[in-house]
């Protein structure tokens, strides 16, 4: 059963609770932290996104189209539709050889506010490749081109590239095939059901490849991992805890958002993988949350853990700017 992880207080009151389940686990599925239930199953939405992109890291498509591990870092991201990302993305598909129409995520505003602002005030229309998730299709259209398939209905659960990239990710996470559930992501595509210690336990070979059993792949998930600490802006935006973590640990610490509050955690070369759901799918509760989980876990020192409370408050503020409450962990 879910536990209550946070407190919103105000006048020293608990006005508002957040519960969700938490797990953290190494390369060898030992669970090391638990919170509620660690086998609690659910959506690993754009979490997952790491080892969707496997199949075409293993099978030479970096090197086939000549991309960067800056283009590979937006390739696995959550991005927040800023300038870079959008220009990354563009670039990989003109390297595609492909039309920017060719996304088939779907149209959504940027993340980030101000350049939605922006875009708002200067009139620019709102395209598929501000998606959060057209770093993720541009991958997909690439490794559907390099197999030679028909780029049309990449985002359908029977495309070939699909079907390849099902069986990728129930390797990396070591559930059975047959066990593996699917739906439908908010972007098309589709997305993957299964147990927060499954997902740890991927983000645990992540973290160490080389202890991680993953064969032919390791070479593959090495460079996904690396690419993510090297460009953790690509990987995310500015002003989010995925970038802030990575940023105070200098790349030791590498997070990767999933809609409706799932979250995963690699402590680079320490052999630790983490999970965590928050149950009412609130993503203002992700950010007190990772630096919780960091904190009670102790893989953040004092000085890191102080420069995350200086960026991101533990506080609740007015319009007025007044602080009237704090946001404390409990679990």
């Not at 953290?24 to 932290?33: F, K, S």
């Not at 202890?211 to 600490?229: C, H, N, Q």
């Not at 940023?247 to 958002?257: A, L, Q, T, Y």
Request: aromatic share 6%.
């Amino acid at each position: 059963m879910s536990e209550i992880i946070l407190n919103y207080t105000r006048a020293e009151h608990v006005e508002n609770i957040h519960r969700g389940d938490c797990v953290a686990v190494n390369c060898a599925g030992e669970l090391l932290h638990t919170v509620g239930n660690s086998y609690l199953p659910m959506f690993w939405r754009s979490a997952a996104k790491p080892f969707q992109a496997l199949p075409f890291v293993k099978n030479g498509g970096l090197e086939k189209y000549n991309l960067s591990q800056e283009e590979l870092a937006v390739l696995v991201s959550s991005h927040s539709g800023e300038d870079i990302h959008v220009n990354l993305v563009r670039g990989i598909l003109a390297k595609l050889g492909v039309d920017e129409t060719v996304l088939d995520c779907g149209t959504l505003r940027p993340l980030n506010s101000k350049v939605f602002k922006r875009m708002l005030a200067n009139g620019e229309e709102i395209l598929p490749v501000h998606n959060q998730c057209s770093g993720k299709h541009s991958q997909i259209i690439a490794l559907a081109i390099m197999l030679g398939e028909s780029v049309e209905g990449y985002i359908r659960p029977e495309h070939p590239a699909q079907k390849l990239i099902f069986k990728h990710v129930a390797m990396a996470s070591k559930v059975p095939e047959d066990k593996l559930e699917i739906g439908i992501d908010g972007c098309g595509v589709p997305v993957f059901y299964l147990p927060l210690y499954n997902m740890a336990l991927a983000y645990a070979r992540l973290s160490t490849p080389k202890l991680g059993d993953w064969g032919d792949y390791e070479v593959a998930a090495t460079k996904i991992r690396d690419a993510m600490s090297a460009y953790p802006l690509q990987v995310s935006g500015t002003g989010r805890i995925d970038l802030a973590i990575n940023e105070v640990s200098n790349g030791r610490i590498i997070g990767k958002m999933g809609s409706d509050a799932v979250y995963c955690i690699a402590i680079k070369d320490e052999n630790l993988g983490i999970a965590f759901k928050i149950e009412d799918g609130s993503y203002q509760a992700i950010t007190p949350m990772v630096i919780a989980v960091l904190k009670k876990f102790n893989l953040v020192s004092k000085a890191e853990a102080d420069k995350l409370d200086e960026q991101f408050p533990p506080t609740l503020k007015n319009h007025r700017g007044e602080v009237i409450g704090t946001i404390e962990a409990v679990f």
